[in-house]
């Protein structure tokens, strides 16, 4: 393996095989051999510091961008010292082209961007035939107007893409791959902003159209800004579709709209689903992270589809553990959901924290789920939601009532023509502060959800709503009516005027100002 260097000093008649005998460009139209052209596959080019203007990639008329049919290394001698800088009218500014099989494209700690204005609609563009390796390694990608790395392959083709530090700047799809079949994707610290979106679209879009993908995505970082402009419809930060065992872990998503108008679009944080009758998409993970939302709906984190759709059932045995959803008021006003899973059998919602939602944590036509562990706040709509699900559990949550509640914090509600069968609700804590409008109970005479040694706690500045709950039609105007009603023990603390709620001490026991009360979760 050969490492040949290019300089703004360079000349294409030097060997290239030293910074001292740099080359000019990749390419060279003359007798001499640019980098690219004396290099083969397997060999690594080193810029040397400066911005490489098109001239510079290609010393002759034609396609200003670098076009390599070699698994060539692309790097900088000193990181980020080099920036490819592309303003031609080319589809990207590096790509794959001929039989590109059984080779590896590598990127180093360098820079491609746009130049001058320009904007290429491509960063770098990945077209294997066969087999192959893109490492992007901790590129840099700055400027692209649609896609910053676009994967462009047959299902049928086996690829392998790494990645450790990628930063993707002002580019609406960030990684985008609609094709993938037997792929194995690990990224990670990947971090893209993206300033002003105006396209529907996800920073990172990985869809599996043929079975065998692998995916993790470790520490990734997103900001988008969906600009006034953005359409009617929804952005996703990350959106895997049909490949099984994909894990999103620890993300970071800021998702916000400079739109002051409902309409203009809502989103996803982290969406993880099925799009296909054939290809299932289970044991898809979301672990870890926060995702703070302030788009005009849409939902924190999925698992599994929203709606009844041909590709229910296909994302089963999924989970979404110790997210924190952290939703603005455009999301919440326009009935943003926190954590989801939807149609699905097995879902795990668990020890998931959710600040101002509409809806926090729910599950939906979904069979054998569990909610267990999980923590809402001010979610003026309903804080704790099963709908239309069967045999699924609500287990040792905490939700807490504020002001602008105006919902329930246990709500057990149909979805289309499905009711609730064979649920169960227990030993969930439920806490009003203030003047509470919303109920802490709601479950209508069709829903089967057994209630179960659930603790309701008032704060001492609460004022409770006319009805405090409501299950089979009948209101309830006090905690210890509903509880000797409904409640299958019926001996749960209830209306405490004296107790207020703490933190958690070192042991996992909540702390009250009434003497000796530990309340264990």
């Given at each position: 393996m050969t490492?040949?260097?290019?300089?703004?000093?360079?000349?294409?008649?030097?060997?290239?095989?030293?910074?001292?005998?740099?080359?000019?460009?990749?390419?060279?139209?003359?007798?001499?051999?640019?980098a690219?052209?004396?290099?083969?596959?397997?060999?690594t080019?080193?810029?040397?510091?400066?911005?490489?203007?098109?001239?510079?990639?290609?010393?002759?008329?034609?396609?200003?961008?670098?076009?390599?049919?070699?698994?060539?290394?692309?790097?900088?001698v000193?990181?980020?010292?080099?920036?490819?800088?592309?303003?031609?009218?080319?589809?990207?500014i590096?790509?794959?082209?001929?039989?590109?099989?059984?080779?590896?494209?590598t990127?180093?700690?360098?820079?491609?961007?746009?130049?001058?204005?320009?904007?290429?609609?491509?960063?770098?563009?990945?077209?294997?035939?066969?087999?192959?390796?893109?490492?992007?390694?901790?590129?840099?990608?700055?400027?692209?107007?649609?896609?910053?790395?676009?994967?462009?392959?047959?299902?049928?083709?086996?690829?392998?893409?790494?990645?450790?530090?990628?930063?993707?700047?002002?580019?609406?799809?960030a990684?985008?791959?609609?094709?993938?079949?037997?792929?194995?994707?690990?990224?990670?610290?990947?971090?893209?902003?993206?300033?002003?979106?105006?396209?529907?679209?996800?920073?990172?879009?990985?869809?599996?159209?043929?079975?065998?993908?692998?995916?993790?995505?470790?520490?990734?970082?997103?900001?988008?800004?969906?600009a006034?402009?953005?359409?009617?419809?929804?952005?996703?930060?990350?959106?895997?579709?049909?490949?099984?065992?994909?894990?999103?872990?620890?993300?970071?998503?800021?998702?916000?709209t400079?739109?002051?108008?409902?309409?203009?679009?809502?989103?996803?944080?982290?969406?993880?689903?099925?799009?296909?009758t054939?290809?299932?998409?289970?044991?898809?993970?979301?672990?870890?992270?926060?995702?703070?939302?302030?788009?005009?709906?849409?939902?924190?984190a999925?698992?599994?589809?929203?709606?009844?759709?041909?590709?229910?059932?296909?994302?089963?045995?999924?989970?979404?553990?110790?997210?924190?959803?952290?939703?603005?008021?455009?999301?919440?006003?326009?009935?943003?959901?926190?954590?989801?899973?939807?149609?699905?059998?097995?879902?795990?919602?668990?020890?998931?924290?959710?600040?101002?939602?509409?809806?926090?944590?729910?599950?939906?036509?979904?069979?054998?789920?569990?909610?267990?562990?999980?923590?809402?706040?001010?979610?003026?709509?309903?804080?704790?939601?099963?709908?239309?699900?069967?045999?699924?559990?609500?287990?040792?949550?905490?939700?807490?009532?504020?002001?602008?509640?105006?919902g329930?914090?246990?709500?057990?509600?149909?979805?289309?023509?499905?009711?609730?069968a064979?649920?169960?609700?227990?030993?969930?804590?439920?806490?009003?502060?203030?003047?509470?409008?919303?109920?802490?109970?709601?479950?209508?005479?069709?829903?089967?959800?057994?209630?179960?040694?659930?603790?309701?706690?008032?704060?001492?500045?609460?004022?409770?709503?006319?009805?405090?709950?409501?299950v089979?039609?009948?209101?309830?105007?006090?905690?210890?009516?509903?509880?000797?009603?409904?409640?299958?023990?019926?001996?749960?603390l209830?209306?405490?005027?004296?107790?207020?709620?703490?933190?958690?001490?070192a042991?996992?026991?909540?702390?009250?100002?009434?003497?000796?009360?530990h309340?264990?979760?």
């Amino acid at each position: 393996m050969t490492t040949y260097y290019i300089s703004k000093n360079g000349n294409n008649a030097n060997s290239g095989l030293s910074l001292a005998l740099a080359k000019r460009t990749m390419f060279d139209a003359g007798a001499n051999l640019g980098a690219l052209e004396a290099a083969s596959s397997g060999d690594t080019i080193l810029f040397d510091d400066g911005v490489y203007v098109d001239s510079e990639i290609e010393s002759s008329a034609g396609v200003a961008c670098i076009v390599t049919a070699k698994g060539i290394a692309i790097d900088s001698v000193n990181p980020y010292g080099a920036t490819i800088a592309s303003s031609s009218t080319g589809d990207s500014i590096v790509k794959t082209s001929g039989s590109f099989s059984g080779l590896t494209l590598t990127f180093g700690k360098i820079t491609l961007s746009g130049y001058g204005g320009y904007l290429p609609p491509i960063g770098i563009k990945f077209s294997p035939t066969a087999t192959a390796t893109l490492d992007l390694g901790g590129v840099v990608i700055n400027a692209v107007s649609t896609r910053s790395v676009y994967l462009s392959q047959a299902n049928t083709v086996t690829v392998t893409i790494r990645g450790d530090g990628v930063t993707i700047n002002d580019s609406p799809a960030a990684i985008y791959a609609p094709t993938l079949g037997p792929a194995d994707i690990l990224l990670k610290n990947v971090k893209c902003i993206n300033n002003a979106v105006t396209t529907n679209t996800a920073a990172i879009y990985l869809k599996a159209t043929a079975a065998g993908s692998n995916i993790q995505i470790i520490n990734p970082v997103i900001n988008s800004n969906l600009a006034t402009a953005f359409p009617g419809a929804t952005y996703s930060a990350i959106q895997i579709i049909s490949s099984d065992n994909a894990l999103v872990y620890n993300p970071f998503v800021t998702l916000t709209t400079d739109s002051v108008a409902a309409g203009h679009g809502g989103g996803y944080g982290v969406e993880m689903k099925s799009a296909s009758t054939t290809i299932t998409a289970h044991n898809n993970r979301i672990i870890g992270g926060t995702i703070n939302i302030d788009v005009f709906g849409g939902i924190g984190a999925l698992v599994g589809t929203d709606g009844a759709t041909a590709y229910d059932n296909k994302s089963n045995s999924c989970v979404i553990k110790g997210v924190t959803v952290n939703c603005g008021s455009k999301f919440e006003g326009a009935g943003g959901h926190g954590v989801m899973g939807g149609n699905n059998t097995g879902t795990l919602l668990q020890g998931n924290i959710v600040k101002g939602a509409s809806l926090g944590v729910l599950l939906k036509a979904t069979t054998t789920g569990l909610i267990i562990g999980n923590k809402t706040y001010n979610c003026t709509g309903k804080h704790i939601y099963l709908k239309g699900c069967t045999s699924c559990n609500v287990e040792s949550n905490e939700s807490y009532l504020a002001t602008t509640d105006t919902g329930s914090a246990l709500y057990f509600g149909v979805n289309i023509a499905t009711n609730n069968a064979t649920c169960l609700a227990k030993n969930n804590i439920i806490v009003g502060s203030g003047v509470i409008a919303a109920k802490y109970v709601t479950r209508d005479a069709s829903q089967d959800v057994t209630l179960s040694n659930n603790l309701y706690i008032t704060d001492s500045d609460a004022t409770l709503p006319a009805a405090v709950a409501n299950v089979g039609a009948t209101d309830y105007a006090t905690v210890a009516a509903y509880l000797a009603a409904v409640e299958a023990n019926g001996g749960n603390l209830s209306e405490r005027p004296n107790i207020s709620i703490l933190e958690c001490n070192a042991s996992g026991l909540f702390i009250s100002p009434v003497p000796g009360l530990h309340i264990p979760i």
